[in-house]
């Protein structure tokens, strides 16, 4: 893989995908935050379910942080993995709270250090919340981004250093809405929809 190859695969998904964007609803850089850790291993749509019940109940770090864990687990139940998730919400507002002031802090080191809040995740509120350039790799972008070429690791971290050098910095945030949606909708883990695959012939993993 080179930077040229790099940039005509970002150019025809480009093509493909007409409107590439977070698929979870929030109105703020919070309810950002609370709706992304509640999007490990589950759908989005489903976060957006429970979250429209969640946000309106506690739309703020103070509210949240002062909530019972059981009234939060009740209302987050469809999803999977509920009880960690509502204690990591509501640890993570109180940490807003005492020292953030209320505030989402927009660098990364900062992010990492709340309660559910990995790499990853504090990558997609860099890039949604606060539009700085970043590269969040999920399960679409890994099997993406290792079928198209752009690396051969199945290191979170080392998929993103490599997109990272492939790409320059101001496609980092489309690429990433572009792989996740292409992955999510066309490259799928078990039979990806390669019938018509305009990225086949950059593909290692083609089903002809
Ligand atoms: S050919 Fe199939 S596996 Fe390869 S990029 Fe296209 S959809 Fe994905």
Redesign the pocket.
């Known amino acids: 893989m080179n930077n040229k190859r790099a940039l005509e695969i970002i150019n025809i998904l480009k093509e493909i995908i007409a409107d590439p964007r977070c698929e979870l609803d929030y109105n703020n850089i919070f309810e950002l935050v609370i709706a992304t850790v509640l999007s490990a291993q589950t759908k989005d749509s489903r976060v957006n379910e429970v979250t429209k019940v969640l946000f309106d109940k506690y739309p703020t770090p103070a509210l949240l942080s002062l909530a019972s864990l059981s009234d939060v687990i009740n209302i987050i139940s469809p999803l999977g993995l509920a009880k960690m998730k509502a204690s990591n919400i509501i640890n993570l507002s109180k940490v807003l709270v005492d020292e953030y002031n209320s505030i989402v802090p927009d660098d990364i080191e900062s992010l990492m250090k709340l309660p559910g809040v990995g790499r990853k995740t504090a990558s997609v509120i860099l890039v949604e919340g606060f539009k700085i350039p970043a590269v969040p790799v999920d399960t679409h972008v890994l099997r ?1 981004s290792n ?2 070429g752009f690396s051969k690791s199945n290191n979170t971290i080392v998929v993103e250093g490599d997109i990272k050098k492939l790409l320059p910095k101001d496609l980092w945030i489309v690429s990433h809405h572009l792989f996740i949606h ?2 999510r909708y ?3 883990s078990k039979n ?3 019938l018509g ?4 012939k ?6 002809d």
């Open positions: 993406v079928r198209l292409f992955g066309i490259c799928l990806p929809k390669c695959c305009r990225l086949k950059y593909c290692t993993n083609k089903e």
